[in-house]
């Protein structure tokens, strides 16, 4: 019994930092997509759009993995 109580508030706190990480990992591809958009111009390829995208799919990934290993360490 006190095993359970006390891995449960460890899942809570994994899964109220998963919002924060993703908002960290977009952010970060978001700034250096704008970083290279802006020091090296290319009319044909928007990094930050890429670059978001790319941050959107680690950020997901990152968050299935993460709950994979909450639901296995059960």
């Known amino acids: ?3 359970q109580k006390k891995k449960s508030p460890n899942k809570w706190l994994a899964l109220i930092n998963i919002p924060f990480q993703m908002g960290i990992v ?3 591809f978001a700034w250096l997509g ?3 958009d802006e020091n090296h111009p ?3 390829v928007y ?3 890429i670059l978001v995208v790319v ?3 680690l950020a997901l ?3 299935i993995r993460q709950v ?3 639901n296995k360490n059960e």
């Open 1 to 3: 019994m006190e095993d």
């Open 26 to 28: 977009i952010f970060a």
């Open 34 to 36: 704008q970083w290279l």
């Open 42 to 44: 290319n009319p044909k």
């Open 47 to 49: 990094y930050n759009k």
């Open 55 to 57: 941050g959107v799919f």
């Open 61 to 63: 990934y990152n968050v």
């Open 68 to 70: 994979n290993e909450l």
